[in-house]
């Protein structure tokens, strides 16, 4: 029942924010193993707003490269087309955070803050315990709650219901499958599936909220981004309301020891937090 709500959900959400074609067509490139970084340049040199965005992203220092790039031959090759990827998303996810405000505890604009920011967590994660995929990670925080854009969407006016029992004490996720027939990761993993997004982003959509039920060798990001999502929330940065922050101590240390980070690390990321977010957001907004 809940799968075919989410795919009803997703399939509205897409007749209303549809990725923009050029960025699917980027995701189509990287997707087929026969692609080249020429074939990906001929698409971003079409778009001028995208290929300013890869030269600022290129020459910042959210990647630390030497010297100005000013090339976007010469940025796609440094930066790897997964990267380029993942600038495109972000900016095409970025204009569907709509600014309206649903009601005092919901609006687009703090959900955005809390993606950002959860993405920007997951970075400093990775980079902490020595992962080399701080882009993919970054991008896999932004995209967390996709499917709460889509309930925002399609039917933001069931929002205020779902706050109401998430203040009366039901979890967020249950309040949605009570009020929606669907929680937000259902259909989060719907659309990401629709967009034929790689299998790990469908996992974080689908499961940031309980990492647990994938399979151990499937979860790493997913457990990753549980975490940021849980530290950001406990921060209150942007939207904390759709995120359990009474959590189990002795679960959440298990899912800290399974990622390889301490107790301690995590609390020197906790103070860099409002930081990165400065810089990432400087990036893509």
Known sequence: MTEAAALEIANQSIEIATLPEVTMRIVEVVQDPR?????????VRNDPALSARVLRV???????????IGSIDRAIMLLGLNAVK????????GKMFKSSVICDDFSGKDLWTHSVAVGATNKLITSSIGLAL????????????????????????KIPEIIDLAKGGVSFVKA???????????????????WKFPRSFQYVTGYHHNPTNLA???????????????????RD???????????????????????????????????HIEKELEIVRALIE
């Open 35 to 43: 692609s080249t970084a020429s074939d990906l340049h001929k698409i």
């Open 58 to 68: 290129v020459n910042s220092a959210f990647y630390g490269l030497p010297g100005q």
């Open 86 to 93: 993942n600038i495109a998303i972000a900016a095409s996810i």
């Open 134 to 157: 701080p882009d993919e990670a970054f991008l896999a925080g932004l995209i967390h709650d996709i499917g709460l854009v889509a309930v925002m969407q399609c039917h933001g006016q």
């Open 176 to 194: 949605e499958e009570k009020v929606l027939g669907a929680d937000h990761q259902e259909i989060g993993s719907a659309l990401t599936a629709k």
């Open 216 to 234: 151990q060798e499937n979860r790493l990001l997913s457990v990753v981004t549980y975490v940021s999502d849980v530290m950001c929330a406990q």
């Open 237 to 271: 940065i942007g939207i904390s309301i759709v995120v359990e922050t009474d959590i189990d101590e002795a679960q959440f240390d298990k899912l800290i020891a399974e990622i390889g980070i301490s107790q301690e690390q995590l609390n020197q990321i906790g103070d």
